[in-house]
């Protein structure tokens, strides 16, 4: 029998590796950090999904703030203290559980934070937009704010549906979600600037023409670290131009897509 063939070895990086990677990358110590990322893209990481946010934090320091999206899928009532997220990846969802996290209250849209600026980061905002200027990912734009993109693309984005709200595009459409209401339990329909969001990968370009967009490896994956005020300038740049300019063309036959240039259409 023929001996296997010899497996690559993949590196597995260290925690103190990773800190080193992100503050290259362009970090800020002492800032807030919006972190979307797909764990399998980073690791192997020393202590799983547990070391990448270890190394989130020591990059941020005491003073620096972690954020995360943490949303669920609207089928059961939302209880920050229980409810799982929903397609948000391992590293977001062992972040909520942790102590000292807090997480905002939206029942489909809630992100989680850590640090001194997580209660006003989580501070309670409007049923809709989820994403609004009043929602964790706004509050970041606010407050100057840095996010990252690691092992994901700018589909996967969510400071881009603020630059939408602020931008007002002119489509919407709305989902049910489960909410409580004192005793009862009612089914809600709550209206967000949703489409198949693929189209959020022309910030690559945009973003980088302009010298806005740091790239670089941390762990195994790509990572993009960009300013959240510069995704939302050059995001609205763009819509000012066009306002359907992240929704598929009619001719691609997308059905989220369409279904946001139908509710244009009957506006
Ligand atoms: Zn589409």
């Known amino acids: 029998m023929n001996p296997p063939p010899p497996v690559a070895e993949v590196h597995q990086f260290t925690i103190d590796e990773v800190v080193a990677q992100l503050r290259t990358l362009g970090v800020r ?43 669920t899928d609207g089928e059961t009532v939302f209880d920050r203290a229980s409810t799982p997220t929903h397609a948000m990846g391992i590293t977001a969802e062992t972040f909520w559980r942790q102590p000292r996290v807090l997480r905002s209250t939206h029942p489909s849209g809630s992100f989680a934070a850590a640090g001194p600026l997580a209660s006003h980061i989580c501070a309670p905002q409007p049923l809709s937009p989820l994403h609004g200027r009043e929602s964790p990912p706004g509050r970041v734009y606010d407050l100057g704010g840095q996010v990252l993109l690691l092992g994901v693309g700018h589909s996967e984005n969510t400071t881009l549906h603020v630059a ?50 740091r790239e670089g490896k941390v762990g195994n994956a790509h990572a993009r670290l960009c300013a959240s005020r510069d995704i939302v300038a050059i995001a609205l740049e763009q819509l000012s131009e066009d306002p359907l300019v992240f929704l598929c063309p009619r001719s691609r036959a997308c059905v989220e897509c369409d279904a946001a240039r139908d509710s244009v259409d009957r506006a």
């Open 29 to 71: 110590g002492g800032g807030v950090l919006l972190v979307h990322t797909s764990f399998r893209a980073v690791a192997p990481i020393e202590c799983g999904p547990e070391g990448l946010i270890a190394a989130f934090r020591l990059a941020l320091g005491d003073d620096g703030t972690l954020v995360m999206p943490t949303m």
């Open 164 to 213: 939408e709200a602020i931008a007002n595009v002119p489509y919407s459409v709305s989902y049910p979600c489960l909410i409580s209401v004192g005793e009862r339990v009612e089914n809600v329909m709550i209206a967000e600037t949703d489409h198949c969001c693929e189209n959020f990968a022309k910030m690559d370009a945009w973003l980088r023409d302009s010298g806005l967009q």
